[in-house]
């Protein structure tokens, strides 16, 4: 048995979320608020962050890097000529770049500031820093994420998905972390309609439900956020 310790709203638990799904794999969700710091998580990972994936009895493992390897390497030939992990060399290291790109760079130059100042403020106490959104961010934010859309809708125009021909983690990582901002209305898609179908096609996945499901108390979804045909 699989479980998962998370919160609905980590991009990082979101890409794990949705590649468990795609591996058809059963899991427990845990809902971790790691502001918190429950000594028993402490125990799990001492660095207090989310994801961590139990299975059984075993070790947990930590962080969504570390989890992407390891349901590749235990369920990923289960999927045939579905797995999320490409078979040539040069193929899986321009997915791992791509992965890598979105859940740092994208998180830590756009995302992370919707997620912060739309979402964690609500839930976080006043004294960790809760409290009304930084308007000056999200401006900041809001021209930033407009970049990143831009690669994605380059790499979505030049291939069939964005590391290659097959779907892979690397599109499920790109679309943990809109599907954040796309909570809260800010994704700009008109910007560029590459990315927009890209995201309407993986949205519309059977293995997406679970994240559009998710609803933060205090915070309604924007409108688009379970239209799939946005």
């Known amino acids: 048995m699989l479980k998962l310790y998370h919160h609905p709203f980590s991009t990082t638990s979101r890409f794990v979320r949705l590649m468990l799904a795609e591996h058809d794999a059963k899991v427990e969700l845990i809902v971790e608020k790691s502001w918190e710091r429950r000594p028993e998580f402490l125990e799990l990972n001492p660095a207090g962050s989310v994801p961590v ?3 059984n009895d075993g070790p947990p493992i930590v962080g969504a890097g570390p989890i992407m390897e390891y349901v590749d390497e235990t369920r ?3 999927l045939g000529d579905r797995r999320l992990m490409p078979n040539h060399p040069e193929a899986r290291a321009e997915m791992r770049r791509l992965v890598d790109w979105f859940l740092h ?3 830590d130059e756009a995302v992370h500031y919707f997620q912060h100042e739309k979402i964690m403020k609500l839930e976080l106490p ?3 820093g809760g409290g009304s959104p930084d308007n000056q961010v999200l401006r900041v934010a809001r021209v930033n994420i407009k970049h990143h859309l831009h690669y994605v809708g380059w790499l979505a125009g030049s291939r069939n998905w964005l590391s290659g021909e097959q779907l892979t983690f690397a599109d499920l990582a790109a679309a943990a972390e809109l599907s954040v901002v796309d909570y809260v ?4 898609w008109d910007e560029d309609l590459n990315a927009k179908y890209w ?3 993986i ?3 059977p293995t997406f439900r679970t994240l559009l499901a998710d609803r933060l108390p205090g915070l309604p979804a924007a409108p688009i956020y379970t239209d799939l045909d946005f």
């Open 203 to 205: 949205k519309s996945r």
């Open 105 to 107: 760079k994208t998180h």
């Open 76 to 78: 990923g030939y289960a």
């Open 199 to 201: 995201y309407a096609r």
């Open 185 to 188: 209305g800010d994704v700009p």
């Open 53 to 55: 994936l139990v299975e």
């Open 126 to 128: 006043r004294e960790l």
